[in-house]
């Protein structure tokens, strides 16, 4: 089995080892110095490299090929077109050329532009971003050649995810080889960043699904009582697997591996009917086309195994909801891991700075890694114990703690070492015991070699958070450099710099329990912003300070970030409007006609008891709590619809999204309190939804 996996492995990518089998040595060469920067692809290279991958994707079988790239809508798109072209003599040949491998041209103002493209400037393009694997992919008996691309505008702006991260992985290269160079290391040409998203999802059986239109529409359940079971029992997490699910596993394994996404641990999460996937670190724009990868193919299998996989945020209230935890690291082209701290920290000046230069970013810069994971579903997932909360902070541990704060004094003169962990059993063995504990509850934790970001959702693109945190470090490692470079004794300058850094920014080092009520006063006192809510992060995106930032490091133009907020909000104001539009669709024909006819028959009850001459006064009490209930999810359903009518009548992106915001969130978790309580009461024979113990529990 083993050797089939290892030998499978990637069969369907077009990575570097198929290359070096399919192509010409010389053009191959060709091509590894184009993906190392060192020059660009060539038209003669790029139509050789076409013909060669035609010739491979048609013997697996492909008959298209399209250009996938990562819209504004944070899904993927794709356009298939198929390798045939006509002769004279009415038959078809089979070509692909290095212009279409290269480039293609989907509808620009069909997709979200922020105004930057109107609805007749029609004309954008999509550019071959030959440093992730194209791959074939099979959907049924459809077998299609996939090109990872960027996306742009006819007059050249970013429409995509994926154009400014590439343009930030090229910021943080060139600020941190300046670093290097300075601190003397002179061989490292490119410095790389790394990326492991862990991808957390729930799997529901796809009846329960097919009956709740809330799932179906907004990939959430707007109503649903506290079921008499939760996740208070602490079993589920790292639980034995349902055979059902281990079987989805595997196929999902299979299906990634074959595309060379090293998908690796799987596991139970928190909450009931809750996994986790993780792959292994790769470059970063090849994690987020991984990652999209995951999602996807996640969702076509779970409907093979009758399951429907939720990737919302928070699916259901009560429960832990699912993030994305964003391992992130730099590299060198060399091999090294800069953020690798090695046996004595302490004296490992290359890692200082570079960890230094990390915490600065985050302080500096917190409001806008806070907005990189503001959306809808995150609003209802951050700050509620069982994720990071809305403020930002940085977990260190104990060791790096310790050498920070030796910093701020003038410089580390040792490191606090781990020693070995003894179990108190002779058939056990000492385990090595780590420097410092890990801290889940912290938004942005230092993991041994990397840091975890664990704001992003569970639905979102990677790529955004990864430009932004990418284009911070760039920022203050251009700061540190700038130092370095302008005096003489590096050494000297390089202490200064990080004695300067831990007393400036130990504010935003906290490594106690993030969830308290205590951290949150504490947290205020230090002076970081806590920003509760997804509109109000996105309006400080298009800063003065933000907008210097992406265009000095020619990430994003100031037209570029203002349409990205534009985008943002009106998304935000839309997913909500889905929301509000099917909470009223189902309370009106779904729960309220189940009320009716419960109250119905518990009036029948009362006059039948009554009538035989017996007291019916539970009844009656019933039959009032039932009647109120039902007063009142009227009352909540005109409620949410007048919110939801002045919202979106409300001109503005920015107005409209805080009018949903203000006034349409409370008037739904209005509705559903009274609807819940319903619930409970209702027969459930009677009852339209498929119910939380239902949906979480039953497999």
């Known amino acids: 089995m083993s050797s089939s996996v290892t030998g499978g492995f990637g069969r369907n990518a077009f990575n570097e080892a198929t290359m070096r089998e399919c192509l010409p040595k010389n053009v191959f060469q060709s091509l590894k110095r184009t993906l190392d920067g060192e020059q660009p692809l060539d038209p003669a290279t790029a139509d050789v490299i076409a013909n060669a991958m035609k010739d491979w994707a048609i013997a697996k079988g492909a008959t298209h090929f399209c250009h996938w790239f990562q819209p504004m809508t944070g899904l993927t798109a794709e356009k298939h077109d198929a390798f045939i072209s006509p002769t004279k003599d009415g038959r078809t040949i089979m070509e692909f050329s290095g212009k279409e491998l290269t480039q293609g041209e989907p509808d620009a103002s069909s997709f979200p532009s922020g105004g930057l493209r109107a609805t007749f400037e029609a004309r954008g393009y999509t550019a071959w971003d030959c440093t992730s694997p194209v791959f074939v992919r099979e959907d049924g008996k459809n077998i299609t050649l996939y090109i990872p691309s960027a996306f742009c505008s006819y007059t050249g702006e970013a429409l995509d995810k994926k154009t400014p991260l590439l343009r930030s992985m090229d910021a943080l290269s060139r600020q941190a080889v300046r670093v290097l160079r300075a601190l003397g290391t002179t061989n490292v040409k490119r410095v790389i960043a790394t990326m492991g998203p862990e991808q957390e999802y729930f799997l529901i059986d796809q009846a329960f699904c097919a009956k709740r239109l809330d799932l179906v529409l907004a990939g959430r359940?707007?109503?649903?009582?506290?079921?008499?079971?939760?996740?208070?029992?602490?079993?589920?997490?790292?639980?034995?697997?349902?055979?059902?699910?281990?079987?989805?596993?595997?196929?999902?394994?299979?299906?990634?591996?074959?595309?060379?996404?090293?998908?690796?641990?799987?596991?139970?999460?928190?909450?009931?009917?809750?996994?986790?996937?993780?792959?292994?670190?790769?470059?970063?724009?090849?994690?987020?086309?991984?990652?999209?990868?995951?999602?996807?193919?996640?969702?076509?299998?779970?409907?093979?195994?009758?399951?429907?996989?939720?990737?919302?945020?928070?699916?259901?209230?009560?429960?832990?909801?699912?993030?994305?935890?964003?391992?992130?690291?730099?590299?060198?082209?060399?091999?090294?891991?800069?953020?690798?701290?090695?046996?004595?920290?302490?004296?490992?000046?290359?890692?200082?700075?570079?960890?230094?230069?990390?915490?600065?970013?985050?302080?500096?810069?917190?409001?806008?890694?806070?907005?990189?994971?503001?959306?809808?579903?995150?609003?209802?997932?951050?700050?509620?114990?069982?994720?990071?909360?809305?403020?930002?902070?940085?977990?260190?541990?104990?060791?790096?703690?310790?050498?920070?704060?030796?910093?701020?004094?003038?410089?580390?003169?040792?490191?606090?070492?781990?020693?070995?962990?003894?179990?108190?059993?002779?058939?056990?063995?000492?385990?090595?015991?780590?420097?410092?504990?890990?801290?889940?509850?912290?938004?942005?934790?230092?993991?041994?070699?990397?840091?975890?970001?664990?704001?992003?959702?569970?639905?979102?693109?990677?790529?955004?958070p990864s430009f932004t945190l990418n284009t911070i470090v760039a920022e203050t490692l251009s700061e540190i450099a700038d130092e370095l470079e302008r005096n003489g004794d590096v050494k000297a300058t390089a202490q200064k710099i990080l004695q300067d850094i831990a007393t400036k920014h130990a504010r935003i080092v906290f490594n106690g329990d993030n969830y308290c009520e205590e951290w949150t006063a504490e947290a205020a006192r230090r002076g970081l912003p806590n920003i509760r809510s997804a509109v109000e992060a996105i309006k400080t995106i298009p800063s003065k300070e933000n907008v210097a930032l992406f265009t000095k490091h020619a990430v994003l133009t100031e037209n570029e970030l203002k349409a990205r907020t534009d985008i943002l909000l009106e998304v935000y104001s839309r997913q909500i409007n889905v929301e509000a539009l099917t909470m009223l669709t189902m309370a009106r024909r779904q729960i309220l006609p189940a009320c009716c006819e419960h109250s119905a028959k518990l009036a029948q009850a009362v006059t039948a008891v009554a009538a035989a001459g017996i007291k019916a006064d539970t009844q009656k009490a019933l039959l009032a709590r039932v009647c109120d209930g039902i007063t009142a999810l009227e009352a909540g359903i005109e409620a949410l619809d007048q919110a939801r009518t002045k919202a979106a009548e409300t001109k503005g992106h920015e107005h409209q999204a805080e009018g949903y915001r203000n006034d349409v969130v409370p008037a739904m978790q209005a509705l559903r309190t009274v609807a819940d309580e319903l619930e409970t009461v209702v027969d459930a024979k009677l009852w339209p939804l498929p119910t939380y113990a239902e949906m979480l529990f039953i497999r």
């Open 221 to 464: 359940t707007l109503f649903g009582a506290k079921p008499p079971r939760g996740q208070e029992l602490e079993d589920h997490y790292f639980g034995s697997l349902h055979e059902r699910v281990a079987n989805f596993m595997n196929d999902v394994n299979n299906e990634l591996w074959k595309l060379g996404v090293t998908a690796k641990t799987q596991h139970n999460e928190v909450a009931p009917a809750q996994y986790e996937l993780a792959p292994v670190f790769t470059t970063v724009n090849v994690a987020a086309d991984h990652n999209q990868l995951t999602m996807d193919t996640m969702q076509k299998v779970a409907r093979r195994h009758g399951f429907v996989c939720l990737l919302h945020e928070k699916p259901f209230a009560g429960v832990n909801g699912s993030g994305k935890h964003n391992n992130w690291s730099m590299a060198t082209d060399t091999g090294a891991n800069l953020l690798d701290p090695g046996a004595t920290p302490h004296d490992n000046m290359v890692f200082l700075v570079m960890l230094c230069a990390v915490i600065r970013a985050v302080d500096k810069y917190a409001t806008l890694l806070r907005a990189s994971v503001a959306n809808a579903g995150n609003d209802h997932r951050l700050g509620a114990n069982e994720a990071p909360p809305a403020i930002v902070s940085v977990f260190l541990g104990d060791q790096l703690t310790d050498i920070f704060e030796q910093l701020a004094k003038g410089g580390a003169k040792n490191s606090k070492a781990g020693g070995q962990l003894k179990l108190g059993v002779s058939t056990l063995p000492n385990l090595p015991k780590d420097s410092t504990d890990r801290n889940r509850t912290s938004p942005f934790a230092f993991t041994g070699n990397k840091f975890e970001f664990r704001m992003v959702g569970s639905s979102q693109s990677i790529s955004g």
